[in-house]
């Protein structure tokens, strides 16, 4: 079967409006829902599919650096609950992210990659991705920009990737980092994939993984943080669209 890549949205500061110093993994989120499939048919409800916003946070397994252990699939995980301990209580977790191995033994090679596994409910059109990171190109000269891969897998089929974006990093205290970018168009990806069987149906929950890594072999490498009221990266799934830098 072939895979399809969904529309990628990169957020821009410009085109959102958000002010990039706000959280947008939030656990002060309103609910916010988007009716999907069944607005045509307003006399028979039994097709409505909605998406609604759900907050997560990526959290530590146990092993402190993650990718040393992805072969076996020791990735972060995620819930709804906020971290609630600082680095300095002995919380946090991080992963190594380079392109070595994917230049070497493969694409999408776990080993050098952050990666997140865990259970969406519900349906699924969109994730908005927020990432700390300690980049370990030099960023004294000014420069911002953060050169990555991405990709989202859907009950075990790759449904979007984003290949060589360019996205802006913000100060996030000390070294630290944060970036954003999102996956949008989920939902027709998905029911297509759903028609040949491979994937759950659209509105019936979903397992999914996040892969994350720089694209260069040093200039992008970077060591990824989670899990700290410091650096509390997660996802908003299925953000309204004034996250996503759009009014519709």
Same mark, same amino acid.
């Given at each position: 079967m072939r895979t399809?890549?969904?529309?990628?949205? +990169?957020? @821009?500061?410009?085109?959102? $409006?958000?002010?990039? /110093?706000?959280? *947008?993994?939030?656990?002060d989120a309103d609910e916010h829902c988007v009716q999907l499939r069944g607005a045509d048919t307003t006399d028979d409800a039994t097709d409505d599919i909605q998406a609604c916003r759900t907050d997560v946070w990526f959290h530590d397994v146990g092993t402190k650096v993650d990718n040393l252990d992805n072969a076996q699939g020791t990735f972060a995980t995620w819930d709804t609950t906020p971290p609630d301990t600082s680095v300095t209580g002995g919380a946090g977790a991080g992963a190594l992210g380079t392109s070595l191995l994917h230049q070497t033994e493969g694409p999408w090679?776990?080993?050098?990659?952050? +990666?997140? @596994?865990?259970?969406?409910? $519900?349906?699924?059109? /969109?994730?908005? *991705?927020?990432?700390?990171?300690?980049?370990?190109?030099?960023?004294?000269?000014g420069n911002m920009a953060y050169n990555l891969d991405a990709q989202l897998e859907v009950d075990g089929?790759?449904?979007?990737?984003?290949?060589?974006?360019?996205?802006?990093?913000?100060?996030?205290?000390?070294?630290?980092?944060?970036?954003?970018?999102?996956?949008?168009?989920?939902?027709?990806?998905?029911?297509e994939f759903h028609d040949f069987g491979a994937v759950g149906p659209l509105g019936g929950g979903h397992d999914v993984k996040l892969t994350v890594h720089g694209t260069g072999i040093a200039s992008d490498a @970077?060591?990824?943080?989670?899990?700290?009221?410091?650096?509390?990266?997660?996802?908003?799934?299925?953000p309204p669209a004034d996250l996503l830098g759009s009014d519709g």
């Open positions: 399809r890549a969904a529309a990628i949205a +990169v957020i @821009a500061l410009a085109a959102s $409006g958000l002010a990039f /110093s706000d959280p *947008v993994v939030s656990p090679d776990e080993r050098e990659s952050f +990666v997140a @596994a865990g259970r969406v409910d $519900g349906a699924l059109d /969109s994730v908005l *991705v927020e990432l700390y990171l300690f980049p370990l190109q030099d960023t004294a000269d089929h790759q449904v979007a990737t984003l290949g060589g974006a360019v996205v802006e990093m913000e100060v996030a205290g000390d070294a630290v980092r944060r970036i954003r970018f999102a996956f949008t168009g989920l939902a027709d990806t998905i029911e @970077a060591v990824w943080v989670y899990d700290t009221t410091e650096v509390p990266a997660g996802m908003v799934v299925n």
